[in-house]
């Protein structure tokens, strides 16, 4: 197994995709750090990622240079790790995992030199989060009322992640493309994306080969969007 070949367990910590940064020279593909808390948690667009203890904080290195196909690799592990407990969670295109609408997961790929760092954060136990994100986030405790055992989700997590990431190395990209399709709420959604200086408004058809999403326009122009902020209309 490629993913957790090395695992490095953190009590408190800045960021975790930080600390690979740090130790990256010497970190074998697989390199697995995890963390009970983080004081500087990072989310995408330069947001910050509530990481208290009760989540899953954690960051793998892999040797591939493209984030987005290594980010749905993410997102079917995380879903079909859930559904091992009987619990339905579904993808959001770029980097969110709902259950009931709301926010608790969030997956963050990082590209360094030929790498990707991979972060994952996973509201697994976390009581109650402050105003600001309450209506959006949201924990598999506070939804289910069940505490999974961070140590089996895990191992179950990387075990999966490990199977996804063998289909990527193996090119095998349309068996990816066709589990993230089980998993994802987005085909048929209409939806606003923010790209930098312009907005696309359309209907969602299908993932692309890259991990970008395909997008019909009011005027039927077909456009694929690699990455940008979306926002579901419906
Ligand atoms: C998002 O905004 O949806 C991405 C959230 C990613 C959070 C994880 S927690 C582990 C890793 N370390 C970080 O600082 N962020 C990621």
Request: overall charge negative; some cysteine.
């Amino acid at each position: 197994m490629i993913v957790g070949s090395k695992y490095y367990r953190l009590n408190e910590i800045g960021s975790t995709n930080d600390y690979i940064k740090q130790i990256l020279e010497n970190a074998p593909e697989g390199t697995v750090v995890v963390a009970d808390v983080q004081s500087s948690g990072r989310g995408s667009r330069g947001r910050s990622w509530y990481s208290p203890e009760g989540g899953l904080w954690m960051s793998v290195l892999l040797k591939h240079h493209q984030n987005c196909l290594v980010s749905l690799i993410a997102g079917v592990a995380i879903c079909e790790t859930f559904s091992g407990y009987g619990i339905d969670t579904k993808i959001k295109w770029p980097n969110d995992i709902l259950l009931n609408d709301r926010k608790i997961a969030g997956i963050l790929p990082e590209i360094v030199d030929e790498n990707v760092i991979l972060g994952v954060g996973i509201n697994l136990n976390v009581r109650q989060f402050p105003d600001d994100l309450r209506d959006k986030a949201s924990s598999i405790f506070i939804e289910t009322k069940k505490h999974l055992d961070p140590q089996s989700f895990y191992h179950n997590l990387c075990k999966s992640l490990d199977t996804y990431y063998g289909l990527l190395k193996n090119e095998e990209v349309d068996a990816l493309l066709s589990k993230w399709r089980e998993y994802t709420l987005m085909r048929g959604r209409d939806v606003s994306i923010e790209l930098p200086g312009r907005l696309v408004v359309g209907k969602v058809l299908d993932i692309d080969h890259q991990g970008g999403l395909i997008i019909m326009r009011a005027d039927y122009a077909i456009e694929h969007i690699i990455a940008g902020d979306c926002r579901l209309l419906n």
